[in-house]
């Protein structure tokens, strides 16, 4: 059994994983490149799309499914395995990034031919193909997450998907994987452990009290799928400690993201599923006001606060944040507060150096609110659960992270006797 990474190798995007046993080719995700990298979905995959006996998905987010419907676009017509939480995530995530894509490389049909070759594949089932297995656990990571256990030519496979962080609630803790001969791994947080979950949502709530209750806006750039919902959770259950003041969810795409989770119900933590069993949508908290349109939103950057906004895109590439901010920047009175990640070079990252200006939307503005980052709201598992989770595996090859995060871990794991190794693009791992 051979594994060959064609993405996501020493970069944390275009997760896209060659299996090859049994004398079959199955592929694990299929992820679009995202930020600078890009330009590297319009190169040839690597591979033969049409030689594939399957594709098996760990997650919704685009950087595990985006480059899907490319692979039908050049002539794969076999099944697409997910949970059907990611296959109906999914279909928000794939369409949105259509909506948006600068230079698209596939289209609507494409993406229609995908919808129509998606087969349900659940925790626990085994999908048989031939003398080769494979199953899904719970990787914690979204509604629906899987890290993938593949059986063959006696021989056991982990392929970590993305792994939750086990300290948030909504949604189950990551399980853990069987004893492997081989496991590939994701390591974005490889260099470091979150700090703890409830200060985190303490010094959250901290600023927000403070912000509204002078009357000020508080805006959080937030990704569409599980961020925005998972703030909107922690203001259901402590909004009531806050002084009163409307929230907006300012992006359509989060919107319908949340119209589905009611839907999802089975995919979350015993915690949300109590709250949907006693008739609650745990992710509409009172004072929750949803915008539809542009011109609505527009409207609300000319009125007073206090209000809570909630808008994307998560990473200040585009979307209706910018408008916000263009507008509420200048005033000491707001805050900006990141619950996401902001790559280095990116706007986020500009704005948290605290420059005197920053350009918006083609106009410079004061930067006069205050800025506040959170990372312990990351939907990753830190650096103590991952070495948790890979406890007593002797072989990791890594994937998903950083060269240097990645690097960090490796040097762990070998100190605790495990033989680690970074992968590297289009070269084949013996299991
Ligand atoms: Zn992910």
Redesign the pocket.
């Known amino acids: 059994m051979r594994i060959v990474p064609f993405g996501a190798a020493r970069e944390v995007t275009g997760s896209c994983h060659l299996l090859l046993a049994e004398g079959r080719q199955v592929l694990l995700d299929c992820g679009m490149f995202q930020g600078r990298e890009e330009g590297k979905n319009q190169e040839p995959f690597g591979f033969q799309p049409s030689r594939l006996a399957a594709v098996v998905l760990s997650?919704a987010?685009l950087?595990?499914v985006g480059r899907l419907p490319k692979l039908f676009r050049e002539g794969y017509r076999g099944p697409v395995y997910a949970t059907r939480a990611t296959a109906l995530l999914m279909r928000i995530v794939l369409e949105d990034a259509l909506k948006v894509m600068e230079e698209p490389f596939f289209d609507e049909e494409d993406l229609e031919t995908l919808f129509r070759h998606l087969k349900p594949l659940e925790y626990g089932e085994w999908l048989r193909l031939g003398d080769l297995t494979l199953s899904l656990g719970q990787a914690g990571?979204?509604p629906g997450?899987a890290f993938v256990v593949v059986h063959g030519e006696g021989k056991t496979l982990v392929y970590s998907g993305?792994l939750g962080n086990r300290q948030k609630q909504v949604l189950p803790d990551p399980s853990l994987p069987p004893k492997a001969d081989l496991v590939l791994s994701e390591g974005t947080y490889g260099d470091r452990p979150h700090r703890p979950f409830p200060e985190t949502v303490a010094e959250f709530l901290g600023i927000l009290g403070h912000t509204l209750a002078q009357g000020g806006k508080a805006f959080i750039p937030t990704f569409a799928v599980e961020r925005a919902q998972e703030i909107l959770y922690v203001l259901y259950q402590h909004g009531h400690r806050l002084p009163r003041a409307p929230i907006y969810l300012d992006s359509p795409m989060a919107e319908r993201v949340l119209e589905l989770y009611p839907h999802l119900v089975r995919y979350f933590s015993e915690e949300v599923q109590l709250y949907f069993l006693q008739g609650k949508n745990p992710f509409r908290p009172p004072g929750l006001q949803v915008v539809e349109s542009a011109e609505v939103s527009r409207a609300l950057t000319r009125e007073e606060g206090p209000m809570v906004v909630l808008a994307g895109s998560g990473m200040l590439t585009g979307g209706r944040i910018l408008h916000h901010l263009k507008h509420g920047l200048a005033d000491p009175k707001n805050a900006l507060i990141f619950v996401g990640y902001q790559p280095r070079g990116g706007l986020g990252a500009e704005i948290i150096a605290r420059p005197e200006r920053v350009r918006l939307l083609g106009q410079e503005v004061p930067l006069r609110a205050s800025v506040h980052t959170l990372g312990g709201f990351s939907?990753h598992a830190g650096q103590d659960e991952l070495l948790a989770w890979l406890e007593g595996q002797p072989r990791v090859v890594l994937v998903h992270g950083e060269e240097e995060k990645l690097q960090g871990l490796g040097a762990l794991l070998a100190s605790r006797g495990q033989e680690a190794s970074l992968a590297t693009f289009g070269e084949g791992v013996e299991v």
């Open positions: 997650h987010h950087d595990h990571h979204l997450s993305d939907g």
